[in-house]
């Protein structure tokens, strides 16, 4: 049955890891839609959701291999519009009687196609005889078309690029329309939406925010709930939406673990308990973190310490705000979709296990409560616009993403209190020149790192033998890829004088130049 009144697309997935930007991309032109897992839609499932309309996504398999991958022959049964998308489309050919060969010109990244006919799908976007860029990332290809498919474009490598079975509304394209570097991707999943699926837009960050407010009800009861606070953005949305859902069956829980940002508890706390009034624990763990991490200087050991901690408090938390003796049964978190499907490796495919983010994984399996995870399906911009939607401080909605492992994250080795006090002041220095430079909000995500690393240097003719601080600033529209952001040399010299002169530990500063991919935001 579907979870919505809305009109609303199916999306089923592969494992590729830019499926949800193709659900976002469909949000952003108000239409609602869910992924489902292609191996967790029954036929009866699918019939009841009854979409306006199919999307068969990308994966990393190859439709030739025995055990392949295929969509439910139901969706091809139902008489609603399909769209396959790379995987999607090589998958739809061969259920329907094509071929698919295998890779004789693999074609990864930018690519062009000759769109060569005109379909329902290009309307407006693409004209008949225009040559177009898109994005291609494919070995195997379509070498026979169905019964009924003709084909719309075709690129170098791709013989059958966009192809279209009009009678039966099903459509299937070779590369992703999905990412931004498909310049008009994103209007050709609008024609397939809107003008041929005749799906009017009716989903809203207004209608998302109901909705969860249902589900949130649906899913607690009478029960209680405790929130983990970060300070940051994803958090202090997902409470104020849940306290908005539940009221003062929520307790939020700020966890002081010793780790964060100068000034961070005072904030966090002043805003919740006076701001919004909604009750609080100020929990002061420094003690316990730091003693858990001593000695410890792995970045997936941090990571899991650090996981296995915050349960911990939370779980004494929960006994806490116990009603009649019945300690909270939920636990909410803030826990976004990039979280989501880099902590989760789906089919062995290419979803792999980067890092263990800490509030996706790192949970025991035994864990006491149940968790509540409103965002998790949304990626950080939309989190935004959804703390916009619920009137929330414009300077928290636009905070800079703190990682809930804190400042440990920052300190590749061994963590001490000396470091930490290091860093926190040389990031203080770096964020006021950011913020007095007029770029807060041109930027993604800006910090300081502190290597473990003691280099030579001379001040006041005197020797010094200090750390090394790593400047980071990023630009990112999602966090799942970035780009270092490139100020002038005017700042960065300004900037590395002053956290030189102002900072005791620190004598050489350096600026990180790397893009994710190859690197990640954190350093760790
Ligand atoms: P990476 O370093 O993976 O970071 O490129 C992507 C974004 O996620 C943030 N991040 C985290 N957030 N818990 C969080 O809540 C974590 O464990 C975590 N690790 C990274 C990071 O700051 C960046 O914005």
């Known amino acids: 049955m579907p979870k919505t009144n809305h009109e609303h697309i199916l999306i089923l997935d592969f494992g590729s890891q830019v499926t949800q930007l193709i659900a976002r991309r469909l949000r952003e032109s108000g239409v609602y839609c869910e992924v489902w897992p292609f191996n967790q839609a029954s036929d009866e499932k699918i019939k009841a959701y009854n979409p306006k309309g199919i999307i068969l ?5 190859s439709v030739l291999d025995d055990d392949a991958p295929a969509a439910p022959q139901i969706v091809f ?10 995987y999607g489309q090589q998958t739809m050919v061969k259920q329907l009687g094509g071929v698919v060969e295998a890779e004789k010109s693999r074609e990864f990244g930018r690519a062009y196609v000759d769109v060569l006919d005109h379909s329902d799908i290009t309307t407006d976007v693409w004209d008949k005889g225009a040559n177009e ?11 026979t078309l169905p019964e009924g498919f003709s084909v719309i474009a075709k690129s170098d490598g791709a013989p059958y690029a966009f192809i279209a079975d009009t009678d039966r ?9 999905e990412v931004v570097h498909t310049p008009h991707g994103a209007d050709l999943l609008k024609n397939f939406t809107h003008n041929v699926c005749g799906c009017s837009g009716d989903w809203t960050m207004a209608s998302f925010r109901e909705e969860q407010i249902a589900k949130i009800r649906a899913q607690v009861g009478d029960e209680k709930v405790i929130c983990g606070l970060s300070g940051g953005v994803d958090s202090s949305v997902t409470a104020v939406l849940i306290h908005e859902a539940i009221g003062d069956q929520l307790t939020c829980i700020y966890v002081d673990t010793g780790l964060m940002r100068e000034g961070e508890s005072e904030q966090v706390v002043s805003l919740f308990r006076d701001h919004y009034n909604i009750p609080l624990i100020h929990e002061d763990a420094s003690d316990l973190f730091l003693g858990g991490l001593e000695g410890i200087s792995d970045p997936e050991i ?6 296995g901690l915050f349960i911990d408090v939370f779980d004494e938390c929960s006994r806490r705000v116990a009603d009649g003796g019945k300690p909270a049964k939920f636990l909410a978190q803030g826990t976004l979709y990039p979280d989501v499907i880099e902590s989760v490796s789906f089919t062995g495919g290419p979803s792999q296990t980067i890092k263990s983010h800490h509030n996706v994984g790192g949970l025991p399996d035994d864990m006491a409560m149940e968790l509540v995870e409103p965002m ?25 993403p703190f990682p809930g492992p804190g400042l440990a994250i920052r300190i590749p080795g061994e963590i001490t209190q000396e470091k930490i006090d290091i860093l926190r002041k040389a990031d203080v220095v770096y964020l006021d020149e950011i913020r007095k430079a007029g770029l807060y909000d041109v930027i993604w995500q800006a910090f300081a790192v502190l290597l473990p690393v003691k280099t030579v240097g001379v001040m006041g003719d005197a020797r010094t033998y200090d750390y090394v601080c790593a400047l980071r600033a990023v630009t990112s529209t999602d966090g799942m890829t970035a780009d270092y952001y490139p100020f002038e040399h005017e700042f960065l010299g300004r900037t590395s004088t002053r956290i030189i002169n102002e900072v005791h530990g620190i004598n050489r500063v350096v600026y990180d130049i790397t893009s994710k991919p190859p690197g990640t935001i954190e350093w760790e």
């Open 376 to 400: 998790r399906e949304l990626f950080k911009d939309e989190v935004r616009a959804l703390g916009r939607e619920m009137n929330m401080p414009e300077d928290l909605i636009r905070r800079h």
């Open 302 to 307: 941090k990571r899991k310490v650090i996981g």
């Open 169 to 177: 509304h099903f459509y299937g394209v070779q590369f992703h329309p």
């Open 77 to 86: 049964e139902m008489g609603v519009p399909i769209f396959g998308i790379c």
């Open 133 to 143: 860029q898109v994005w291609m990332s494919h070995g195997d290809h379509v070498a």
């Open 57 to 61: 996504a990308g994966g990393p398999c």
